[in-house]
């Protein structure tokens, strides 16, 4: 008999803010409490442990706490673990995670993503000479993910007639849902008019098409279906994951400058279930930079290719009670950049029906989770419900 | 007063080492060159020690025509780096010799807002030291 899939069987997350003052090991054992409480497990019960990018000592505030940290504060003994940067982006642990617990590594394990980047500052000539990819980009005063993000958008509007209307659209959409989120970032209303009149940053991108740095931590407890039962909800299966990696891993060497690496990321996934989009209820895809959220709409084919643009601008799509509600916790662009595991923390309280204010009306069983942008990505579907029974 | 485009200063450099000093060296005679494989003929860019097309080992830097088309580009208005006049221009230059063959660069003396996707630019070079950085212009400015 085949293994169960994989499950979600419980979510948490520490106070999220700008400039919390508080250490990252300190945020990231609150939000695993909070999990451990959400789930009902105990923290004998953890054998595994998960994260991505593994503790970034050369990036402030980007990823300030290892596993080994974590696992020696909070006593653990752990069967697995496994963190590191060289995977598809912020999904990678729960990836990992799902492999570990379906061959038997582990029953149930952490996954976190804690960032402390709103109250680090990184100053970028104190670097030394640059290795690796950074040199092809930075002698050039190309120094941000929003520089060579631009260069994307760019490409975009040009080939399919896109206009900075449409990432407005997503950006005021984004906000509209985080005035419902009590843990968002930014709640005040956003218009149209103020999004257009906002400063740029790098053509056609713009202040509100950056995501705003957060202090946080999230995590997600990744179960073996078998070691759920007697806890406190129906878990969450992980129908399928996609993480092809295709193509140039390049920022600037992509065959195609307007998808990204998301695009093989989806069409891998798709190839591992037998739901297809129209199968979906919601979707939480990755806004660091709004644009990539349209190629996520692309890539999960909720749309044509070049469409995605209008798709957004139609807010009977993407609303809450829309087609397709989409970043319903207001998404990185307003809730804050809890970076990737934020997305799915919310496409669970979706499907348990925890979102307070901004839950769902409607059908919201399965949910499509795209989570990346650039050279890295993974995409998954989730699905409540008690599916395999 | 901030550094314009065209200048060389503040600028972060590469780390020179055996694969990449051809390139970043290259400009010292006024020439772009990109590692070539000698089976193939297929450009390999960054540099490596093989051929994705046909994975030979056997590539050797030649010199390219330093033209292309400008294949993307952004104003950044940002201050990322204080010391550097804004707005500018970054570009994804595509180089004549081959299809998606890239560099990320600086387009120079050039009005910012005029730049449009698909204009024709050519290679000129700014000294930083020992190292030559390839930033491009308007190829009617020449």
Redesign the interface.
Known sequence: MAASKPVISGIGQSAVGRRLGRSGLDLTVEAVKDALQHSGLSIKDIDGVACWPGRAAASPGFSPVSIPELHDAMGMDLNWYSGGGEGPGQLSSVINAAAAVTTGLADHVICFRTVTESSARTD??S?????D?M??????????A??WT??????YF?EFGATRESLGALAVHSRNNAALNPKAIYRDPLTLDDYLSS???????CLYDCDVPADGSTVVIVSRRECTSGLRREPIQIEATGCRLEKRH??????D?TTMSMSSAAKSMWSRTGLTPNDVDFAELYDGFSIITLFWLEAFGFCGRGEAADFVMDNSNIALNGKLPLNTHGGQLSAGRTHGLGFVHEACAQIWREAGRRQIQGPCNIAAVGVGGGTVAAAMILRGGNPIR | MRVK?NDSSN???????DT?RFFWQSGKDGKLRLLRCECCAHYV??PAPVCSNCLSTQLSPQIVSGKGRV????????P??PA?ETP?V?A?VELDEQ????????LVDCDPESVR?GDRVSVRFTQ?GDIY?P?FALADTD
């Open positions: 970028l000539r670097s030394g000479p640059l290795t990819w040199q092809w980009l930075l002698p050039f005063h190309a120094y941000s929003a520089n631009a260069l994307y958008a760019q490409r040009h400063r740029m940053i790098s053509s056609p991108l390049s920022w600037d060497q992509a065959p400058l | 485009m600028r972060m450099l590469p780390q020179l080492d990449n860019h960054p294949a993307s580009f952004t104003v950044n208005h940002h990322w780096n550097v500018y970054i994804l299809e998606n063959l890239r560099l990320t660069t600086n996707i930083c950085l930033l």
